[in-house]
């Protein structure tokens, strides 16, 4: 008996080698770009696709426009994952992206944020008082985010009141930095980068009616150079299918399901 037992723990062990041995052998990288507002998602998609897989997604953070610029020029990324729907648009006019691997994966929603508490309640009250030193706003230019926020404000009539008091970020990101510190007291930011759990985490914020300005789509694509790698594939799924996408909802962005 003890020999039976003794070879079915060496058994068992020889199993969990080789299961580990054939997981390492599978296991593939990828390197992708990433819009700077979706930094937050994801990581956390990311550090769940890699438990899962055991693959290693390595991912670049910055405004689309930067990313879409470095993609042009030659810069190792296998997909992108942007801000809107006019750079992958434009890359598959290009030629740049894989046939059929475009789909909007979030729908961005803007954020009119101020760190200090209480202070945002009426938003377009707030803008209208203009009661803040410095306005921060994402490079319409670089970010869709900013380009946004200027809609909002043209909607609202504020735009050539409040532009002396722009305080521009290179990209979202920058933007939340910008308010987060201080030196603008309130700014433009994407509704994810302050929700954990369903609410505004931090600071005070209104939610800019969706009315205000065109839809945030962000649409994700597979570049040529990722086309033979199935981790991209495998990825895209991950973030295409029920897991991913739930992450997606609880950082306050909308997708297909919600849409």
Avoid: C
């Amino acid at each position: 008996m003890k020999s039976i037992a003794m070879k079915s723990v060496v058994y068992l062990a020889v199993v969990s080698v080789l299961a580990a041995t054939i997981t390492v052998a599978a296991a593939g990288e990828a390197q992708i770009a990433v819009a700077a507002n979706f930094s937050a998602p994801m990581k956390q998609i990311i550090s769940a696709f890699e438990q899962q897989t055991g693959h290693l997604v390595r991912a670049s953070y910055g405004s689309t426009g930067k990313l879409y610029a470095q993609i042009k020029n030659g810069a190792p990324f296998e997909a992108l994952l942007a801000a809107d729907r006019k750079r992958p648009m434009r890359l598959e006019q290009e030629g740049l992206v894989v046939p059929g691997t475009r789909f909007t994966y979030a729908i961005g929603t803007l954020l009119l944020w101020s760190a200090e508490p209480g202070l945002v309640e009426d938003g377009p009250a707030l803008l209208k008082s203009g009661d803040f030193n410095r306005f921060a706003i994402a490079n319409p230019k670089l970010a869709p985010y900013g380009e946004a926020s200027i809609e909002t404000l043209e909607a609202l009539g504020l735009k050539e009141t409040l532009q002396p008091k722009f305080v521009m970020g290179e990209n979202i990101a920058q933007t939340y930095q910008f308010v987060d510190t201080g030196n603008a007291r309130i700014g433009f930011v994407a509704l994810a980068q302050v929700m954990r759990d369903g609410v505004i985490a931090e600071g005070s914020g209104w939610i800019v009616p969706s009315e205000l300005h065109l839809p945030i789509r962000q649409d994700a694509v597979i570049l040529t150079s990722g086309a033979d790698n199935p981790v991209i594939t495998e990825l895209f799924a991950y973030l295409a299918g029920d897991e991913g996408q739930t992450i997606i909802r609880d950082f306050g962005y909308q997708t297909r399901a919600s849409d």
